[in-house]
């Protein structure tokens, strides 16, 4: 086997754009370090620096919108290795919402890269077979950036994707390829790198090297942890949309259908789900579908109502409410619409979940368990 020999400069300086491509870390040659060097050595500070920026970064609120300190100053050493060290850092966190988190921001941060018009479309599709998609950038009939992709990968890549304007139905199929203006090619590609992210953390650590990093990060990780929402992850078990009321099911799939849902709609089943334990990237992805989806204000939105009162959250609308407003759902032809049957027994959705988790009726009691419905709040999706 023969002994590879540097890698350009001109290549480097794509993979620290592009850190978490395989490949990434050899670019570095003789001069990439273990974890433990890593996490120790003196001459990685500046990288681990720019890796716990990152995982903060993540951990804002409206993190997809405010860049990395710093990262655009650091060599392209550091910020290849800042990528690894996050990928560290984030392990070391409770649970797997940090990690997912963390994912999420980085694929946004790649899909933001990829639509500016100063990355080259050669750039764009070096990246692309970086992911696992050799694909070469076409014009088309008014001379504008096309991205061809075969329907059976589009098929493959696509579903994790809910927007409508990626339903194939919307897609113009020519000789069994789909082509792609840029920026879909491109939040395609933010989803293949959430995918392979998700697939990878947390990192399984060694446990010499999780000893090291506690240890060393203890500063970190203490305010890691108090940036992290207070009921991160589910409350109580895993959650069950078996057990969802009719209005909750009927909320969540006229969004995945593409139906507009007004204020309330939204913001009833983003704080219903926040309630039940969703973590933020589901009830992200339940607003997928809506027909003005905005990633950055859904997410916004949402953070809005996970964090209202010191994290407790805000409490959906009350039946009452939900009936005045025209989206309960008891007279739907459905087994599960019976515990619905007398509003005077059942008077909140949170209770329809708990019975239905506790498998009991609804007791004349329910309604005083939970509490109203806010005047007005953030409501996800809905641009402001
Ligand atoms: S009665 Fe309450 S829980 Fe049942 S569908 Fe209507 S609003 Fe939802």
Known sequence: MGVPGPVP???????????????????????????IELAGGPVHEIARALGRERVLWALRPSAAETPVQGIGQADDGARILSFQYAALLVSLLPGTAPARRWARVEASALEATLTDPSTSPEEVAWLAEGLGEEVAPERGPRGEEQWPMPLARYLTWAPPVKERAFRLVHQPLRHGSISLPRER???????????TLEDRLPLALE??????????EAPFLREALARLPAREGPRSGPVDPGRFPPCMSAL?????????????????????????????????????????FNEAITRYQVDQIRRHDGGEGYTPPECATMITAGLCRRERDDSRARLCADPTLLRHPLN?????REGRRPSPAAGKEAGGAPARSAAPGTPP
Request: charged share 25%.
């Open 9 to 35: 400069v001109a290549r480097r300086a794509l993979y620290a754009r592009y850190p978490f491509l395989p490949g990434a870390q050899s670019a570095l040659g003789g001069l990439s370090p273990t974890s």
């Open 185 to 195: 090619f491109a939040r395609l590609l933010g989803e293949r790198l959430l995918e």
């Open 207 to 216: 446990p010499g090297l999780k000893e090291t990093l506690l240890s060393l």
């Open 252 to 292: 969540k799939e006229g969004l995945a259908r593409g139906e507009h849902v007004g204020h309330l709609g939204r913001f009833a089943l983003a704080s219903f789900l926040h309630k039940v334990g969703m973590d933020p990237e589901g009830i992200v992805d339940a607003f997928r579908g809506a027909p003005d």
């Open 352 to 356: 329809y979940y708990r019975r239905r």
